[in-house]
């Protein structure tokens, strides 16, 4: 069920990288494609969000891995739509809030 919304996620990346349009238009489409997924299951996201950590350790991993590999992707396309060369090793540092593993509290 959540792996869905991830690939869902990327599939929607990889359509909009595959048009290559302008840096500005690449980022714009990347969240309306992001809000739209979000906005179509609602419901589903928020469990997500707030249930990941709760997961089975392997299912946790393989989400967060995906997570990760969705990111890298959105980066990488939007460093190579405004023509910018990613750091040595080819690989961006990935640092969005909304996967973070939640702090303890």
Request: charged share 30%; glycine share 6%; net charge positive.
């Amino acid at each position: 069920m959540f792996d869905g919304v991830i690939d869902d996620l990327t599939r929607a990346s990889a359509e909009i990288l595959s048009r290559s349009l302008a840096p500005a238009q690449t980022l714009k489409e990347f969240i309306a494609a992001h809000v739209r997924i979000t906005l179509e299951d609602r419901m589903l996201m928020r469990v997500y969000h707030n249930e990941i950590a709760n997961l089975p350790a392997d299912d946790n991993r393989r989400l967060r891995r995906k997570q990760r590999i969705y990111i890298d992707s959105r980066l990488a396309g939007s460093a190579a739509a405004a023509g910018r060369v990613g750091r040595p090793g080819g690989r961006e540092k990935t640092t969005c809030p909304m996967f973070d593993k939640p702090r303890e509290r």
